[in-house]
Structure formats: C-alpha cells, structure tokens
C-alpha cells in the first residue's frame, strides 16, 4: 500500500453519518409502520449493527439522519429507565448490561431529512454538525462482517492515502446495473485510484465489475460539490454524482474491503444474514444447524 505524500496530515476521522431516512418500500408491509432500520437482524435491530461497526472502528460521535416515522431507532438507543429497573428487580443483570451498553456505544446525534430529495440531500442534513472534519458515510441496510470492521479498513487506507475512499466488491456482471461501477487503476492490494464512476451501467458498458457499496470516507469538501449538484430523477441529488465532481477535483481511492456483505434492506438478504448471524453465535448456531438439516429441501 502507498503512503500519502510526505508532509500530508489528514485529520482524524471521528465522525459517522448514518443514512436512516428512506422508505423501505422493498420491505414493506414491514415497514408501514416500523423503520425498516429497526427490523430484528436475530435479536438486534439492523442499525445496531452499523453503529456497533462505528464504536468498534474508532468514531465517536455517530450522527443519524432520520425522517418522520423514525422515532423508534432514538428510543432504542435512548436509556429507558423503567425497562432497566424491571431487569435489576428480576435480577436479570446480563440483560440490564446489555441495554445500558448500547447508549453509551457513542455520541448519538439526530438530524432530520425533511424530503426526500436522495442520498446526496440526505449527507446534506449533517453538514452542521459534522463542520470541516472528514467522515465515513454508512448505509445501514449494508450490513458487513469481518475480522476486521470495514469502517476501520477505509479509515486506515485513508490515513495512508489522505483522500475520500469508497468500499467496493466485485458482482456478477448481470448485476452491474444496480450498482455505481468504478474505473479504477490497481495502485495496491485492493486498492484503486479511482478514474472514473459510472452509475449503474448497463453489463456490455461497465469499465468494472467493481461495485460501491455501502461505506464511504469521505472528506467535508463532498458538501460544496453536492449543492452543486444538478437534481436527477424525481429532483433527487445521487451521491455517485456528487462524488463524480470531487473526482475532478482531488484524487479518490476505491478499497476492495474484507468481509461479507448482507444487502438487509431486501427480503432474501436479510433472511440471509439472519441465518448466517445465528449461526455464528453459541446460543442459537447448534439449535439452529440442526434445524436447517432437518429439514426437507427437495422441491
């Protein structure tokens, strides 16, 4: 892996944005009436995960852009002192930790998307509070598991490089058109100077199979480009577009991260992750293994 240039210092990443305001229209009814970021991944909410992934990379203030309907991700991770005096009294004390952990994971911050305007809005919102300090960008419905969380891999690529650092993953060719698709040039292990981002591209005019997904470092100049930014489809302002202009302005690198990702924000990719989750842990794995071989798969 290259270093950044000799005198380049770039300040520390402290900050997460945590992208909680759309819809969840994959989910839905599920999510009618509950935030699709509070559906249970095993016996968590999704975006339990993504801050968890947050704390353990080093941020400490976790700013969260919500919407209307999205009450129910401040209160899980608000302190409920009802709940936790019904643990004590029951003698429930692993419980009682468990809850009182999750409100001090970090510095929790609430802004509101007031519309829909798109993800590139959405990073807008955290312009107040995030100030001249550069930031990893989370969606939250990418839930990633590895040794090593994919926040903290970014972070370090970005302290060696000093400039934005997109996550990305090889996918199918059928699958590039769902994707930003970047045109890179291999400088390292998994790491790429980005030349160029082409937004969902049809297979036959994809430069790569190289597919952003959903961590991003980013550095605080993204929010001029992105008032820059022309409105797409529906009047909504895309991320890739935004980043798009930085590119003609600074270098960008793009890090094939480790880990497996879960797209939660789709039926079959939380099942997925669901069954995967459970199997890793010691409570639930050896219950549910034999369940799984139980049962009768012939069509």
Same mark, same amino acid.
């Given at each position: 892996?290259s270093?950044?240039?000799?005198?380049r210092? /770039?300040?520390?990443?402290?900050?997460?944005?945590?992208?909680?305001?759309?819809? #969840?229209?994959?989910?839905l009814?599920? =999510?009618?009436a509950?935030?699709?970021?509070?559906?249970?991944?095993v016996?968590?909410?999704?975006?339990q995960? =993504?801050?968890?992934?947050?704390?353990?990379s080093?941020?400490t203030?976790?700013?969260?852009?919500?919407?209307?309907g999205?009450?129910?991700? &401040?209160d899980? @991770?608000?302190?409920?002192?009802?709940?936790?005096?019904?643990?004590?009294a029951?003698?429930?004390?692993?419980?009682l930790?468990?809850?009182?952990?999750?409100?001090?994971?970090?510095?929790?911050?609430?802004?509101?998307?007031?519309?829909?305007?798109? %993800?590139g809005?959405?990073?807008?919102?955290?312009r107040?509070?995030?100030?001249?300090?550069?930031?990893?960008l989370? @969606?939250?419905?990418?839930? %990633?598991?590895?040794d090593?969380?994919?926040?903290?891999?970014?972070?370090d690529?970005?302290?060696?490089?000093?400039?934005?650092?997109? +996550?990305? &993953?090889?996918?199918?060719?059928?699958?590039? &058109?769902? $994707?930003?698709?970047?045109?890179?040039e291999?400088i390292?292990?998994?790491?790429?100077?980005?030349?160029?981002?082409?937004?969902?591209p049809?297979?036959?005019?994809?430069?790569?199979?190289?597919? %952003?997904?959903?961590?991003y470092?980013?550095? /605080?100049?993204? @929010?001029?480009?992105?008032?820059? =930014?022309?409105?797409?489809?529906?009047?909504? %302002?895309?991320?890739t577009? #935004?980043?798009?202009l930085l590119?003609?302005?600074?270098?960008? @690198?793009? $890090?094939?991260?480790q880990?497996?990702?879960?797209? =939660?924000?789709?039926?079959?990719?939380l099942?997925?992750?669901?069954? &995967?989750v459970?199997?890793?842990?010691?409570?639930?794995?050896p219950?549910?293994? #034999?369940?799984?071989? +139980?049962?009768d798969?012939?069509?």
């Amino acid at each position: 892996m290259s270093k950044a240039p000799q005198g380049r210092h /770039p300040k520390s990443v402290r900050k997460a944005v945590v992208l909680a305001a759309g819809y #969840g229209t994959r989910l839905l009814p599920a =999510t009618k009436a509950q935030p699709k970021e509070a559906l249970p991944l095993v016996d968590k909410p999704i975006i339990q995960y =993504t801050v968890e992934e947050a704390a353990a990379s080093g941020l400490t203030q976790v700013i969260i852009v919500t919407a209307a309907g999205k009450r129910a991700i &401040e209160d899980h @991770f608000d302190r409920s002192l009802e709940l936790e005096q019904a643990l004590l009294a029951k003698g429930e004390h692993a419980r009682l930790e468990e809850v009182r952990r999750i409100s001090d994971l970090a510095d929790i911050v609430y802004v509101r998307q007031k519309e829909q305007r798109g %993800i590139g809005d959405a990073v807008l919102t955290a312009r107040g509070v995030i100030g001249d300090e550069p930031f990893v960008l989370f @969606f939250p419905d990418d839930v %990633i598991l590895g040794d090593v969380p994919a926040a903290r891999q970014l972070i370090d690529i970005y302290d060696a490089q000093g400039g934005p650092v997109l +996550a990305v &993953e090889e996918v199918p060719a059928k699958e590039v &058109e769902s $994707y930003g698709i970047v045109d890179g040039e291999a400088i390292g292990e998994g790491l790429y100077r980005v030349r160029a981002l082409v937004e969902k591209p049809k297979p036959a005019e994809a430069p790569s199979s190289l597919a %952003i997904v959903g961590r991003y470092v980013l550095t /605080p100049d993204i @929010f001029d480009v992105l008032t820059e =930014t022309t409105p797409g489809k529906g009047g909504e %302002i895309q991320i890739t577009d #935004g980043l798009s202009l930085l590119l003609a302005r600074r270098a960008m @690198f793009a $890090y094939r991260f480790q880990g497996k990702r879960f797209d =939660t924000g789709r039926p079959l990719g939380l099942l997925k992750a669901s069954i &995967e989750v459970a199997l890793a842990r010691p409570d639930v794995g050896p219950a549910l293994r #034999g369940y799984l071989r +139980a049962l009768d798969l012939s069509e």
